[in-house]
């Protein structure tokens, strides 16, 4: 028997002071919040901030972490973080074929994945925090 695997990954919702949210447009899910797999040696929140820049160009300061989502079906644990944007400017990528803030509401139209519209949503409402969700 195999010893159980799960995946980390590390996602932020990054709100710039003009209250829009950063999305990229990725290759197969379409619009949504950068983030990806944590790293060996690195903590969530780390892999936050390394996956945003990577992926959009875009320097971040961690606010909040806002709770997980737990696709018990594939182990994927997701850790989604509040952020604001420090530095950089959007970029595209093979990960990111566009790159933008764009406003709340625009935004939430925007992301039709799975349910990454859901955890966008709940990390927008600190009274939900901590979030731990399963599906």
């Not at 606010?63 to 530095?87: E, R, Y």
């Not at 093979?94 to 803030?101: D, K, N, P, Q, V």
Request: glycine share 8%.
């Amino acid at each position: 028997m195999n010893p159980a695997k799960h995946f980390v990954s590390a996602a932020a919702i990054v709100i710039n002071e003009q209250d829009e949210i950063l999305l990229i447009k990725g290759p197969q899910r379409g619009w949504e919040m950068p983030g990806g797999v944590v790293e060996i040696g690195e903590s969530p929140e780390q892999a936050a901030i390394r996956e945003t820049k990577e992926e959009s160009g875009i320097d971040i300061e961690i606010m909040q972490f806002c709770g997980i989502f737990h696709n018990v079906k594939d182990s994927i644990c997701n850790t989604l973080f509040l952020a604001k944007p420090v530095g950089g400017v959007p970029i595209i990528t093979a990960e990111s074929l566009e790159t933008g803030f764009f406003p709340i509401e625009e935004a939430l139209q925007m992301v039709n994945f799975m349910n990454f519209r859901e955890r966008i949503e709940m990390c927008l409402n600190p009274a939900a925090h901590p979030i731990y969700v399963e599906f």
